[in-house]
């Protein structure tokens, strides 16, 4: 058979056309996303399972055994690790828009008591969305604490230095969801906000006082959730004076919160009780929502609708568009 020759015109062609389907996906890679992206990824490094010491009882944090099963005495009586204490899983969001070339942030949430991820932060809360419509250059990352149950345990976020090895994960599962391996290098230098809702408080005062990712938190915002743990608060407003701290809050907490008020006053930290216009570095702001606002609606209706997303919209520097 006699050899089969291509024509030099088809063979150019056929390169050009190939480097015409790649190109889309390199400028994709340097433009800002076209749709959001997001997943439930399970973590090595999670708040859960948890087999140490709690801090707060100085016990085996699970002190109930039943032949194989291993569980903790809490308020609604045995909450066992297979259902309460197993999931690893973190939801991660990165908003359409979101681009690697401008200044980022990771905000972080921690939920309340009695959540799951898909069903409550998710689709109840809205927490992607309200990230997604606030305007901010922001990713998010929210990891499953106790499921649906009544405990706001920080499990391994306890233990020193364990969120600073969380992030580190999350900034290459972020890499891997956004698609572009340069992402890494930004999520792993980005700033971080950290948003704690309801029993989340209590992960959050761990993560300042012992979480070892002090250099890159840059503020904090509560939804009605300043419970307890002062004292770690107040450490972290001293020792990281330039962070902005803000609380909102409803009559749940409202005591806590004048307490807390008091607490810095004799320290000498400077506050204010209205909501500031910009979240800038050293702002210590608390806003009293009213007697009106339910405690399970807060993170969707507060002092105004989407209050999550009007916070992060108020954060300078960091705005996609």
Do not use: C
């Not at 708040?47 to 099963?69: A, C, K, N, Y």
């Not at 972080?108 to 809360?125: E, K, S, Y």
């Not at 306890?158 to 340069?182: C, I, K, N, T, Y």
């Amino acid at each position: 058979m006699p050899p089969r020759w291509t024509s030099p015109r088809l063979t150019l062609r056929a390169a050009l056309t190939g480097i015409a389907t790649a190109l889309p996906a390199i400028a994709l890679a340097q433009s800002p996303l076209p749709v959001t992206r997001s997943t439930l990824v399970p973590f090595d490094v999670s708040p859960f399972p948890f087999h140490g010491i709690s801090p707060r009882t100085g016990q085996p944090f699970l002190d109930v055994i039943e032949g194989e099963r291993r569980g903790r005495k809490a308020r609604s009586g045995v909450l066992w690790e297979e259902t309460a204490y197993s999931d690893r899983r973190v939801l991660l969001s990165i908003p359409r828009g979101f681009d690697i070339r401008k200044p980022s942030v990771i905000v972080v949430f921690f939920h309340g008591n009695g959540a799951t991820l898909a069903r409550d932060v998710r689709n109840r809360q809205q927490v992607p969305r309200q990230i997604v419509e606030s305007g901010l250059n922001a990713v998010l990352v929210a990891p499953q604490f106790a499921v649906d149950a009544a405990d706001s345990s920080a499990g391994r976020f306890w233990e020193p230095g364990v969120f600073a090895q969380f992030m580190s994960e999350a900034a290459g599962q972020l890499a891997r969801l956004h698609g572009d391996a340069r992402s890494r290098a930004v999520f792993e230098r980005a700033s971080i906000i950290i948003a704690a809702y309801s029993g989340g408080y209590l992960p959050l005062a761990y993560v300042l006082a012992v979480g070892g990712a002090t250099e890159r938190i840059r503020g904090t915002l509560l939804l009605d959730a300043l419970y307890g743990d002062h004292d770690k608060y107040l450490d972290w407003l001293a020792r990281k004076p330039e962070a902005f701290f803000v609380s909102t809050y409803g009559p749940l907490v409202k005591p806590q919160n004048e307490e807390f008020r008091k607490q810095l006053t004799d320290r000498g930290i400077g506050f204010t009780t209205s909501f500031p216009p910009h979240l800038v570095p050293g702002i210590n702001a608390f806003l009293d929502v009213g007697e009106e606002v339910k405690h399970n609606d807060f993170v969707t209706q507060a002092w105004s609708a989407d209050p999550l997303k009007v916070m992060l919209s108020r954060v300078p520097g960091y705005m996609r568009r």
